[in-house]
């Protein structure tokens, strides 16, 4: 009956609980866990400094500036953290010092037929040096689009004024970083992790041949994988819980 079938789950979940005490994909599992979240500000200070190279001392990055119109590249860029930018005059002179490596990238700026500034970027094409200066040409040309857009603003002749763009806000790469990445990973993990456990479970029983020991009771195959999901299933949101709590008390607000 109903009542006998939830006992004999009830059973094998407790058993299955019992017997992660001494799994050892489990117990990895949590020492990692335990790692990323205990010191979640190291990590967060080292992988974005790897994703962000404005998050770096020292880094700097040398960028050609070439063509008809480099004067607002040229502002932009060189007021940059990080950022060096210098003019040629010559565009064959440019692209020569980016192969010898003089250079990081080639940006040519010229204004088209409707007056809006066109930049076209040159860069390595593989490596993580190319990933960084990546991020630091869409920052420099963001800029400079915040800079061409107030000065179309100030130069049209409306009659009534635009919305105006909103002025830059200096938010830290760190606080990105920890909620769009390290949280939901702390969060996620626990569940992926519960899941290969049912599966690692499953077929340590079926190897042990006491799988069909377990069938013997009123239980089907289906009832088995249930229990054995019931227990793993319940560590997961204690894990999540306790891992926010431990990045709460190491100054990760939590809310």
Same mark, same amino acid.
């Given at each position: 009956?109903?009542?006998?079938?939830?006992? @004999?789950?009830? /059973?094998?979940?407790?058993?299955? %609980?019992?017997? +992660?005490?001494?799994?050892?994909?489990?117990?990895?599992?949590?020492?990692?866990? *335990?790692?990323?979240?205990?010191?979640?500000?190291?990590?967060?200070?080292?992988?974005?400094?790897?994703?962000?190279?404005?998050?770096?001392?020292?880094?700097?990055? !040398?960028?050609?500036?070439?063509? $008809? $119109?480099?004067?607002?590249?040229? @502002?932009?860029? &060189?007021?940059? #953290?990080?950022?060096?930018?210098?003019?040629? #005059?010559?565009?064959?002179?440019?692209?020569?010092?980016?192969?010898?490596?003089?250079?990081?990238?080639? +940006?040519?700026?010229?204004?088209?037929?409707?007056?809006?500034?066109?930049?076209?970027?040159?860069?390595?094409?593989?490596?993580?040096?190319?990933? %960084? %200066?990546?991020?630091? *040409?869409?920052?420099? %040309?963001?800029?400079?689009?915040?800079?061409?857009?107030?000065?179309?603003? !100030?130069?049209?002749? =409306?009659?009534?004024?635009?919305?105006?763009?909103?002025? !830059?806000?200096?938010?830290?790469?760190?606080?990105?970083?920890?909620?769009?990445?390290? *949280?939901? =990973?702390?969060?996620?993990?626990?569940?992926?992790?519960?899941?290969?456990?049912?599966? $690692?479970?499953?077929?340590?029983?079926?190897?042990?041949?006491?799988? !069909? *020991?377990?069938?013997?009771?009123?239980?089907?195959?289906?009832?088995?994988?249930?229990?054995?999901?019931?227990?793993? /299933?319940?560590?997961?949101?204690?894990? /999540?819980?306790?891992?926010? +709590?431990?990045?709460?008390? &190491?100054?990760?607000?939590? @809310?």
């Amino acid at each position: 009956d109903a009542g006998s079938s939830w006992g @004999a789950r009830w /059973a094998v979940a407790r058993r299955e %609980l019992a017997s +992660l005490r001494s799994e050892k994909t489990i117990l990895l599992a949590l020492a990692i866990q *335990l790692f990323i979240a205990a010191f979640s500000s190291f990590l967060v200070v080292g992988l974005v400094s790897l994703s962000d190279p404005g998050a770096v001392d020292g880094y700097r990055t !040398e960028f050609a500036v070439t063509g $008809d $119109d480099t004067d607002t590249l040229l @502002a932009v860029a &060189n007021e940059r #953290d990080g950022v060096t930018a210098q003019r040629y #005059d010559d565009r064959g002179a440019a692209y020569d010092a980016f192969d010898a490596g003089a250079v990081s990238a080639v +940006l040519d700026a010229n204004r088209n037929d409707d007056g809006q500034l066109v930049v076209r970027a040159t860069a390595s094409e593989s490596g993580l040096r190319t990933t %960084l %200066l990546v991020v630091q *040409l869409r920052d420099t %040309l963001e800029h400079v689009e915040r800079v061409e857009r107030q000065g179309h603003v !100030e130069n049209s002749r =409306l009659e009534q004024s635009p919305v105006p763009v909103p002025d !830059e806000i200096e938010a830290s790469p760190y606080v990105g970083f920890t909620y769009t990445i390290l *949280l939901p =990973l702390l969060c996620f993990l626990p569940v992926f992790i519960s899941g290969s456990i049912v599966v $690692d479970s499953l077929i340590e029983e079926r190897q042990r041949g006491t799988l !069909e *020991l377990l069938r013997v009771a009123p239980l089907s195959l289906a009832d088995v994988i249930d229990a054995k999901l019931l227990a793993t /299933a319940a560590l997961a949101p204690l894990q /999540a819980i306790a891992w926010l +709590l431990l990045l709460s008390f &190491n100054g990760t607000a939590i @809310a």
